[in-house]
């Protein structure tokens, strides 16, 4: 069920990041989602593509970079989604690492990305508290 | 206001100071080859007997002393004389682990306590003098050392060891000292504090201030002469041969007095260990021609320096040395701590690192820093940036665990850090001291 995220990691400096997406871009590879957390230092970039294989070939040797299975659920684009979510994982005591969230270009709203340390767990918390998770092809697609 | 601590021996004719030195390095090295397994055995390879070093200028026969041989011979490998007769150790910041710990007598303590008295006088001081000491006390010779030269001086004496800073200008203030000792990067900084505290340069009561354990340059010289109202005078001495005060700088202020009764000083050519006639740049080799627990003997600095015997305006005959000019190895102080980069190498392969790194010294608001550019190896990413500042902090805790300073760690991406084909550059000193 978990959704495979595409990490990489890069010189907080001018143009490192133009430089390291430089071949996804150039390809039909599509990044869906993007998020960054960043020192002074460096930055790590976490991805959703929609070819995940493909995506880690373009990025090259010289790109430092791993998969990390992350959970994605699926909520209404609208207020208070996210809330109900973080409650739910907050009253199980299961702690996010981070997150982000994407609108979809799909009839519902939008995607929760959650990064925790137990994903079958918190998959299994949120199914069984009627939260809808996203597969690894629905979220590419 | 006396001139000299020791008049006799400061300004005695050279013949005098050749007599004495041939008197007592006949008997050291009897003493040492008698007494320090070690080295006898580097004498018996070298086929020297203590008979054929009949005075001073035998001296070259002698082998040589490194780092290394210290380091092998750590804790009692060079001691010379009974542990019961020993009454302190002091010790290094040490490197790959293994420090080096020079022990003393009574008689070591008290030799070296006159020459930092020697140092003292020179920077205009006498028994009715405020002494601030600022230098690190404990293992550290700086703080110990100025605090016994003091004593024997009968200055009142300040043991303020280094750090909290408030402290320091308030004692200064409040107790008139007169005479300043640390390192010269916190003589600047305490400059500095003053500043912005409002006090001008003649509000304080100093008059000198004596600085070493650390390069420094005129212009930083001039930079503390100006912001305390002082005259500032240089320090030179290194643990293994007993800490500060094998030489310091009188009223000329042009190069270190070396304590030849006590200290024998040769210049060699570090790469053929050949001894360089007077004037001629090399390595400085020291000789403790009185020390009784840790007598070196021939012993390698490492520091490149420049000897000259002219006439020197204050009356003291004794040989003088420039501030040291660079390092025959690839040494670095920081903040008066000495590091060896083969020290960081030694902690990121500990800690499961890449051997290949940067390190970057430079002096902001005249303090050392110290920063490592490390490479990160894939096993070791995390998309979580939690677990990479943990990381950073462990790397850096192990550091400072190993140097005795903490550096700031960098991780960059693998393969970033140039590979060098040759002798890999590994460090970048932007302090400009030499």
Redesign the interface.
Known sequence: MAVR?L?I???NKHGRLSEAIKGISESDVNIRALSI???S??G?V?MIVSDLERARDLLGE???S?V?SVVAVKMDDKGGALYKILRALEEAEINV??TYAFTSNKQFGAYVVL?VDDVEATEKLLSEKGFELATDDEIRA | MPQYFQPEIETASRDEIIRIQNEKIVKQVRHVYDNVAYYRDLMDKKGVKPEDIKGIEDIHKLPFLKKDDLRECYPYGLLATDLKDCVRIHSTSGTTGKRVVAFYTHHDIDLWEECCARAIVAAGGSNEDVVQVCYGYGLFTGGSGLDGGSHKLGCLTLPMSSGNTDRQIQFMMDLNATILCCTPSYAAFIAESLKERGYKPEDNKLKAGIFGAEPWTEEMRQQIEEGLGIKAYDIYGLTETSGPGVAFECSEQTGMHINEDHFYAEIIDPDTGEVLPEGEKGELVFTALDKEAFPLLRYRTRDICVLTRGKCSCGRTHVKMCKPMGRSDDMLIIRGVNVFPSQIETVLLNEGYSPNYMIYVDRKNNTDTLDIDVE?S?ER??????D??EMEKKLAAAMRTMLGIGPKI???????IQRSEGKAVRVVDNRKLH
Do not use: C, W
């Open positions: 995220q990490s990691f890069i010189e957390g960043d020192s230092d460096y790590i976490r010289n790109i430092l791993k990390t690492k981070y990064r | 990160l894939p990413f995390s998309d979580n940036i939690a990479m500042q960098h991780l960059v991406p693998p393969k970033t």
